[in-house]
């Protein structure tokens, strides 16, 4: 099992918790998975608060399984807090969870703000290029406010239907979608 740094904001999509509860408590955004292939997948993580290093564990098939991998993430000031890693040697089709811990022994677990342990999960890609892929499209952009698309701030869910059609293996849930960052990732998909 490998490791490496990709401090990214481009490994972008997964499962999210943004809290901030006010002065002193840490500004959590992600973690977010991306770039998952059938042996890799990389984990993004922002945590406004003072330096420190984020210990990641891997467990295939369960959460409670031993550590099939791990990989560290350095949050530092001069990264805006942000770092992201790719961790590789997994298992074709196979379901992991992830834990994030504050401590290299893992017994310190990271605040996670919401997010349970079974909340922190993944599939890998299968090796057999037919196999069906299903995924989810997630943005912070806010409907409301971006009223000027010609769909009332929903443009991409207009799109869905066409870009869904032609694809007979693929099924997409988009989350609130942003326009400009949906539709080029779409378009890079197909």
């Known amino acids: 099992m490998g490791t490496r740094s990709c401090n990214s904001a481009r490994a972008a999509y997964g499962l999210y918790s943004y809290k901030h509860g006010g002065p002193g408590r840490a500004k959590l955004l992600g973690p977010f998975l991306g770039f998952v292939t059938s042996h890799s997948i990389k984990i993004w993580l922002h945590l406004e608060s003072k330096p420190q290093t984020i210990y990641v564990s891997l467990h295939e098939g369960n959460v409670k399984a031993p550590q099939a991998a791990a990989g560290v993430l350095n949050l530092r ?26 401590d290299p022994q893992h017994l310190l677990s990271l605040d996670r703000q919401g997010l349970t342990e079974k909340d922190l999960q993944f599939r890998t890609l299968s090796d057999d290029t037919n196999a069906q892929i299903d995924f989810l499209l997630m943005s912070c952009h806010n409907p409301t406010v971006s009223g000027a698309d010609g769909f009332d701030g929903h443009a991409v869910w207009a799109d869905l239907p066409q870009i869904i059609s032609r694809e007979s293996n693929k ?16 378009e890079f998909l197909r």
């Open 77 to 102: 000031k001069e990264n805006l807090f942000t770092d992201c890693i790719t961790i590789e040697g997994l298992r074709a089709d196979t379901r992991y969870f992830y834990k994030l811990w504050t």
């Open 171 to 186: 099924s997409v849930l988009a989350a609130n979608p942003d326009n400009r960052t949906i539709r080029r990732d779409l």
